[in-house]
């Protein structure tokens, strides 16, 4: 079976092709207008998804060497995501699948993401195969997932405001570092001291005296940005260029530190001994190496996408896709299918 996957939930225009459970083909066209603005332009966004999707997935067709007519379904994120640029590859893969005659499957971008552990290449790849713990977290989403082995799950964390990515980026821009910020910390702070400064770590065993964080696995990150802000603004320019790469550093150590606690606490309270991070934050270096200490330490296996599937990518899509039709899901040909912009709007969908 052939499964084309597009992706275009937010900046980056991805096609894939899966082939029986095994990626072929895997084509991502990360946008660079976006950069002089600080942040992606929806408007910008959605016009560069309509410039590339053509080429994007003609690419990923010709690198699996197969045609349009050998394939067997098409998957697309059908949300969450920036409501134009999902349109865009939402209403081209359902224009595709039916000018072709084979079935759509609409794929959660987040869902996408959390299940990425069993994105395969062939033979070597390993998912977890019992129940797991998933940290998905990137600009726009931080959640804590509980993925059983029927591959249902559970939230039993997310962020009550901002975005663990989103934070990276916007203390980023306070450092003057262009965006995307996150890799250019990530980056600076192998030079700096992460114990530089402590800047606050909400809802964990740092930020409270009592006990009462415990059992709490939301997420918190607009105190950080805040601290950061009104502690730059008492530093003199002179200061903060001298130290950015100390400051840097102490910013990622307090994102990680939050993260890697929250997640070691849901493994531990649940008794779970397999841990995932997905979405474009589990690119960061220092995340990884301490959630692998971290995981050592307890005993729980981690699984760690490959850097080209860390970020949004078009391979996910069609694996979850395959995922769901190996499990059961019958493949209609209905092409009908309205976007959605949020997680919780995916939710209720389903309720």
């Known amino acids: 079976m052939n ?28 946008q ?36 349009k007519n050998e394939l067997d379904a098409i998957a697309a994120t059908a949300g969450p995501g920036l409501i134009g640029a999902v349109m865009v590859g939402l209403s081209f893969a359902q224009g595709l699948a039916w000018a072709l005659g084979v079935p759509f499957v609409p794929v959660n971008h987040i869902e996408a993401h959390i299940f ?35 591959l249902s799950y559970s939230v039993v964390g997310r962020t ?3 975005a663990a990515g989103e934070a990276f980026d916007k203390t980023g821009k306070m450092l003057g570092l262009p965006y995307p910020a996150g890799p250019v910390i990530d980056k600076l702070a192998e030079e700096g001291d992460p114990s530089f400064h402590q800047f606050p770590r909400a809802l964990t065993s740092q930020s409270q005296s009592s006990k009462s964080w415990q059992g709490n696995f939301d997420f918190s990150f607009s105190g950080l940005k805040t601290s950061v802000l009104t502690w730059l603004q008492r530093e003199s320019p002179e200061f903060i260029e001298l130290h950015k790469a100390d400051i840097a550093a102490s910013i990622q ?15 531990r309270s649940r008794g779970i001994r397999a ?22 330490r307890e005993g729980v296996m981690l699984y760690l996408p490959k850097m080209l599937y860390a970020t949004d990518n078009a391979a996910m899509i069609a694996t979850l896709a395959n995922l769901k039709i190996a499990r059961g899901l019958k493949a209609e040909c209905r092409y009908n299918i309205a976007p959605y912009a949020s997680f919780a709007a995916a939710a209720r969908r389903r309720d």
């Open 275 to 296: 841990l995932s991070i997905s979405g474009g934050v589990s690119a960061n270096s220092a995340l990884r190496r301490a959630m692998q200490e971290a995981c050592d």
């Open 160 to 162: 009550l405001d901002d």
């Open 32 to 67: 660079l207008c976006h950069s002089s603005f600080g942040g992606v332009v929806p408007e910008l966004a959605s016009r560069e998804h309509e410039r590339l999707i053509v080429s994007i997935v003609d690419a990923a067709i010709n690198e699996a060497n197969i045609t």
């Open 116 to 150: 990425s552990p069993f994105i395969s290449e062939g033979a070597g790849h390993h998912a977890p195969e019992g129940p797991f713990v998933s940290l998905t977290v990137s600009g726009g989403h931080t959640l804590l997932s509980v993925v059983e082995p029927d």
């Open 253 to 267: 150590s307090a994102i990680v530190g939050v993260l890697v606690e929250k997640s070691m606490g849901v493994a």
């Open 3 to 30: 499964i084309l996957g597009i992706e275009t939930s937010c900046d980056e225009t991805s096609g894939a092709i899966v082939r029986n459970g095994n990626v072929c083909s895997t084509v991502i066209s990360s």
